[in-house]
Structures are given as structure tokens and as C-alpha cells.
């Protein structure tokens, strides 16, 4: 085998976990982050009968 194809497959032992990894990792937290705003949605107003507060300014 010549060292180019030992040098690709050492490249795709590294590179291919990896990428995996960070495949991952970013889909776990795009996931995670749409929990984190279903949840935060439900938890703003128990009746849901109106939206959030826009918390705009407020007269005195």
C-alpha cells in the first residue's frame, strides 16, 4: 500500500468521528433547545388565554 492510501484512511479514522461527533452534539442541541422553548412556552400563561407580556415600556 502506498503512503497516500494509508494517509487518506489515517485522515478518515480522525476526521469521520469527529464530524459524527459534532453532527451530533448539534442536532442533541437543536433538539434540546426546542424543548427548552415548548416547555418555557407552556409554562408563561397556564390558562393560554392571551400571548406573553411584550414587556414594552411602561407608563407611569
Known amino acids: 500500500m502506498s503512503s ?3 494517509g487518506i484512511i489515517e ?3 480522525l476526521f469521520v468521528p469527529v464530524l459524527g461527533w ?3 452534539e448539534l442536532w442533541s442541541l437543536n433538539r434540546e433547545k ?5 416547555s418555557a412556552e407552556r409554562a408563561r400563561h397556564a ?3 392571551h400571548g ?3 414587556r414594552g415600556p411602561q407608563s407611569p
Open 47 to 49: 390558562e393560554g388565554q
Open 52 to 54: 406573553p407580556d411584550d
Open 22 to 24: 459534532g453532527l451530533w
Open 34 to 38: 426546542k424543548r427548552d422553548l415548548a
Open 11 to 13: 485522515l478518515m479514522l
Open 4 to 6: 497516500w492510501a494509508i
